[in-house]
Nanobody, 121 residues
Framework: QVQLVESGGGLVQAGGSLKLSCQGSGPIQSINSMAWYRHPPGKQRELVAYISSGGSTNYADSVKGRFTISRDNAKNTVYLQMNSLKPEDTAVYTC???????????????WGQGTQVSVSS
């Protein structure tokens, strides 16, 4: 079945960088929008960055200028380059994508399993 698998999380010092990857696998016909969400400890989940099928992007105010979302359609993969990380960026990061599986007419909502990003001060 269609799956999203994330990689790239870890522990980093404040000011450091990490790059997250999320690859779709399985019977994928096409992918529409892709996005990264995060769930900080004790807080609500929030949208971090979004990229449309055409490459248009949108970011949460808290990460503008520090994070960059990109995608490789040939690899069914979305990336999140995170620079100048702050302790408040600590969260579980999860990717999301609107995917049309082979043999269907609709785009369905898929989520990855989440990857922990921890930023020490």
């Amino acid at each position: 079945q269609v799956q999203l698998v994330e990689s790239g999380g870890g522990l980093v010092q404040a000011g450091g960088s990490l790059k997250l990857s999320c690859q779709g696998s399985g019977p994928i016909q096409s992918i529409n929008s892709m996005a990264w969400y995060r769930h900080p400890p004790g807080k609500q989940r929030e949208l971090v960055a979004y990229i449309s099928s055409g490459g248009s992007t949108n970011y949460a105010d808290s990460v503008k200028g520090r994070f960059t979302i990109s995608r490789d359609n040939a690899k069914n993969t979305v990336y999140l380059q995170m620079n100048s990380l702050k302790p408040e960026d600590t969260a579980v990061y999860t990717c999301n994508a609107q995917i049309k599986p082979v043999g269907t007419m609709l785009y369905l909502d898929y989520w990855g399993q989440g990857t922990q990003v921890s930023v020490s001060s």
